[in-house]
């Protein structure tokens, strides 16, 4: 399996148990930590791509949305395991949720020089094609897929360092070659959850 970050998330989710637990006991629950991850990740999108590249220090947001928003899908997910809140509802918010937010998120890319606007749509399509590709596992007997090497961990982390990039110099022409190299591991992403879920699949039967 393509080695990606979301190895670590059992460690993640181990530092954030008791702040969970604290929210669980106040009320919180699952559906409302993913509705608001999605809520404000389509409120900054919309507020990059507003801002557009006159105003680089708006992306300096990014990289602390993107781990903030990394909390509260790791929050969302526990509430729904550990406290009892798992539903279909819920399923249906977490996957959506991810896929819009995703898009609203790396889309203000295409609007920064040096990347080629059709790349940046490409990097977008093709994530939101591995992560559909990722819950097909579960319709043919396999698990939910979260194989590499370009998952959603991957992405916050290399849009959370352009976003710092872009906030704190200008991007230098060479780098125009990252969003193609961003594809080619999106299409490798998505061949290899495939790949995976079909021999999952297979093997259980």
């Keep these: 399996m393509a080695i990606t970050l979301y190895a670590l998330k059992p460690r993640f989710q181990g530092l954030l148990r008791p702040s969970v637990g604290r929210l669980a006991a106040a009320g919180v629950t699952a559906n409302q930590v993913t509705l608001a991850a999605a809520a404000g990740s389509l409120a900054l999108g919309a507020a990059l791509a507003a801002a557009g590249p006159g105003a680089p220090a708006m992306f300096?947001?990014?990289?602390?949305?993107?781990?903030?928003?990394?909390?509260?899908?790791?929050?969302?997910?526990?509430?729904?395991?550990?406290?009892?809140?798992?539903?279909?509802?819920?399923?249906?918010?977490n996957e959506l949720g991810d896929l819009a937010s995703d898009a609203a998120l790396y889309l203000p890319f295409a609007l920064v020089a040096p990347f080629a606007p059709g790349w940046v749509v490409a990097v977008v399509v093709l994530a939101l094609i591995g992560e559909a590709a990722g819950i097909l596992g579960q319709t043919i007997g396999a698990e939910r897929r979260y194989d590499g090497p370009f998952g959603k961990s991957d992405r916050a982390l290399v849009f959370s360092a352009l976003g710092l990039w872009i906030a704190v110099a200008p991007l230098p022409d060479w780098l125009g070659w990252a969003m193609p190299l961003l594809v080619a591991l999106a299409a490798a992403t998505v061949v290899n959850r495939v790949r995976r879920a079909l021999a999952q699949a297979e093997a259980a039967s």
């Design 60 to 93: 300096l947001l990014l990289p602390v949305w993107l781990g903030l928003r990394m909390a509260l899908n790791a929050v969302d997910g526990m509430l729904a395991r550990e406290f009892g809140q798992k539903s279909r509802l819920g399923a249906c918010l």
